[in-house]
């Protein structure tokens, strides 16, 4: 039961635009959502994060939306830099349960920027 | 700040045999996660430790896999016999409590296991 889904397994983008990373969620109860990024032989990195109770959270070039509703966010980087190539994963946590800090992962989209 | 370190970065070994990982968290990082990764497919959790005591390990195949904390430092995950599915990146994290509700999590690189 894939409970975090990232339907695109990769992205390309020029330099310079937009890079929109997608992931859909089915548990309601999940409540705070992150994005790691990872490089070949690296583990992930920590990105940028946001609770439920927001529905944007901006970094600099970094910018998540949520859509509670819908139960999808997005991952905006503008503009994309190919530093930016790296596997991109959406994660997940439910709150208030013995194991509130268990993050549940999408399958990742690799995010290619051309130049 | 040391990150998170974890040996061997690679193992490659025969159906069957026996294999262990190492993992020592960042200073003071009270949370410990071993992580599997198979490819395609993003980091699923198989144990968690708050010191050395185990939070969640609901997903740790334990017919085969054992992991440790032993003084709430350095943990050991091991599987013994490994089968060819366990072939995998076995990632360690750690976090510290004060930021448990940013749920910020530092990943090692990772140990990369082949199974023949």
């Known amino acids: 039961d894939q409970q975090v889904k990232q339907n695109s397994p990769s992205l390309s983008v020029q330099e310079g635009r937009i890079s929109i990373l997608n992931c859909d969620y089915t548990n309601s109860m999940f409540d705070y959502f992150l994005w790691y990024k990872k490089y070949p032989a690296e583990g992930p990195t920590f990105l940028i994060s946001i609770s439920s109770i927001k529905d944007k959270n901006e970094d600099g070039r970094f910018t998540v939306f949520l859509n509670k509703s819908a139960k999808h966010l997005s991952l905006h980087i503008v503009p994309s830099q190919p530093g930016d190539s790296a596997v991109y994963f959406c994660?997940?946590?439910?709150?208030?349960?013995?194991?509130?800090?268990?993050?549940?992962f999408g399958t990742g989209t690799r995010l290619q920027v051309t130049l | 700040e040391a990150g998170v370190a974890q040996s061997p970065r690679y193992k490659i070994i025969e159906k069957r045999q026996s294999v262990a990982f190492w993992c020592n968290p960042i200073?003071?990082?009270?949370?410990l996660y071993w992580y599997q990764q198979i490819l395609g497919q993003g980091p699923k959790l198989l144990i968690q430790?708050?010191?050395?005591?185990?939070?969640?390990d609901s997903q740790l195949p334990k017919d085969r896999f054992s992991a440790e904390r032993l003084k709430g430092v350095d943990s050991t995950l091991k599987i013994q016999p490994a089968k060819l599915e366990d072939s995998a990146v076995y990632l360690c994290a750690s976090s510290f409590p004060g930021l448990a509700l940013r749920n910020e999590q530092f990943f090692g690189p990772g140990t990369r296991l082949t199974v023949l």
């Open positions: 200073s003071g990082h009270a949370t």
């Open positions: 994660a997940a946590r439910r709150i208030n349960t013995g194991t509130a800090s268990k993050l549940t």
């Open positions: 430790f708050q010191n050395n005591g185990v939070v969640d």
